[in-house]
């Protein structure tokens, strides 16, 4: 175990680290897994912006979520880059990504519209203007929510790592 964390059974899938990264960087969406009510897993899909090691979201000031986070800050967020399925092959081509940490609803204020500001970025760039707009309109109704990344795991089919060694070696 790795600081507390599993290694991967199957080494010769993992990612490195920098693919790792890359496939938060251009992903959207992921799932995230709290510990939710009665002792439940609680996983939803969620919008998200990763930056140096940490990952933030956005939420409405109530709800499942926020009750779960405020609850056990230790979560977990899966995102899946590529899922293609070869029904003659009986296998699945696919690259994902489990990321392990801390989960935090941010109280500092600067650090909330940094978030915000992140976010805004990422879904709809080059647009200050309207950012800002839409910041000043919603930012008081929203919570912003930093997830600190301890571990991360990257993982990916053996026939997709074999054309990436080929390629690689062409």
């Keep these: 175990m790795m600081d507390g964390f599993r290694e991967m059974r199957r080494g010769r899938q993992i990612l490195s680290d920098e693919e790792s990264v890359a496939i938060l960087r251009k992903a ?43 609850r056990c800050d230790k ?11 070869k029904p003659e092959r009986y296998t699945t081509f696919y690259r994902s990504v489990i990321a392990f940490g801390r989960i935090h609803i941010i109280e500092d ?9 992140l976010l805004g970025d990422r879904y709809y760039p080059n647009h200050e203007d ?13 919570i912003a929510i930093r ?18 060694t080929d390629t690689n070696a062409s």
Excluded: W
């Design 28 to 70: 959207t969406s992921g799932t995230l897994a709290l510990m939710g009510d009665n002792g439940y897993p609680y996983a939803v899909p969620i919008s998200f912006v990763y930056d140096n090691g940490k990952i933030y979201f956005h939420s409405a000031k109530s709800g499942h979520k926020v009750d779960a986070i405020r």
């Design 75 to 85: 979560a977990s967020f899966c995102v899946i880059e590529q899922d293609d399925v």
């Design 109 to 117: 204020e600067v650090e909330k519209l940094a978030a915000a500001r």
């Design 130 to 142: 309207s950012l800002q707009k839409e910041l000043e309109k919603g930012l008081s109704r929203m």
């Design 147 to 164: 997830f600190d990344i301890e571990f991360l795991t990257g993982k990916e089919a053996l026939e997709l790592k074999r054309t990436h």
